[in-house]
C-alpha cells in the first residue's frame, strides 16, 4: 500500500496499480486499496474500471466520505451529473467542513439547470474557504444562466483573490487565466 501511495504521489500510475493490485490480494476487503485503485484508473482515463473499483469500495466501507466524494468527481467528469450529485451529496452528509465538496455540488446543480441550489452550494463552500477556485466557477456557472450581473461580483472576487494566492506552478495555471479572459469578455460584450 505504502509503495503504491509513493508511485501514486508522483503521478507514476502505473507502478502505482501494480503495488494496488498486488495489496489487493493480500487484503481484498480493504476500501482503501479499492479507493486508490480507482483513483489510478481515474487518473488514467479508465472510467469504468475506476467506478467499479470505487463502488466496491464504498461497499467495503459505506460511511467513508473520501470514497463517495471520488466517485462523483468520476461521475461528474463524465457528464454524469445525476449520479455525481447522488456521491457528492453523500459525502457532503459525513463530511460537512470540506468546502470543494460544495463547490462541485454547485457545479453538477448548475449542469442540471439548477441555479437557485448550486448558488447555496457555492454560498457554502465560500462560508467554509474563501478561494478564487470557487469564484471562479460561481462565475461561470451565473454566466451560463445569463446571471450577469451577479457574475461580474464573482469574477471580480475570482481576480482579486486570484492575484493575491496564485502559484503559478500549479498545472492550471494557464486555464484559470484564459478562463479568466474569456468570462470578461463575455460580461463585457
Known amino acids: 500500500m505504502g509503495v503504491g501511495s509513493i508511485f501514486q504521489d508522483k503521478f507514476d500510475y502505473e507502478n502505482a496499480l501494480i503495488n494496488y493490485k498486488l495489496a489487493s ?42 470514497i463517495s466524494y471520488n466517485l462523483g468527481l468520476v461521475y461528474l467528469s463524465t457528464n454524469q451529473f445525476c449520479s455525481a450529485f447522488h456521491y457528492m ?18 457545479i453538477i446543480l448548475s449542469q442540471l439547470n439548477d441555479i437557485g441550489n448550486a448558488v447555496n452550494y457555492y454560498d ?35 481576480i482579486e483573490l486570484y492575484n493575491n494566492y496564485r502559484d503559478p506552478n500549479t498545472e492550471y495555471d494557464n486555464d484559470i487565466l484564459e478562463g479568466i479572459k474569456l468570462m470578461n469578455e463575455k460580461l463585457n460584450s
Do not use: H
Request: with cysteine.
Open 89 to 106: 451529496n453523500c459525502a457532503s452528509n459525513y463530511k460537512n467542513d470540506f468546502y470543494l465538496i460544495y463547490m462541485y455540488l454547485g
Open 124 to 158: 457554502k463552500a465560500l462560508e467554509l474557504n474563501r478561494n478564487y477556485l470557487t469564484y471562479f466557477n460561481y462565475a461561470v456557472s451565473l454566466i451560463n444562466n445569463d446571471m450577469y450581473v451577479n457574475a461580474q461580483e464573482m469574477l471580480n472576487n475570482c
Open 25 to 66: 490480494i493480500s487484503n481484498p476487503n480493504s476500501a482503501l486499496v479499492w479507493n486508490n485503485l480507482g483513483l489510478c484508473f481515474f487518473a488514467r482515463q479508465k472510467f469504468i474500471a475506476s467506478v467499479t473499483c470505487l463502488k466496491k469500495a464504498i461497499y467495503l466501507d459505506p460511511f467513508e466520505w473520501i
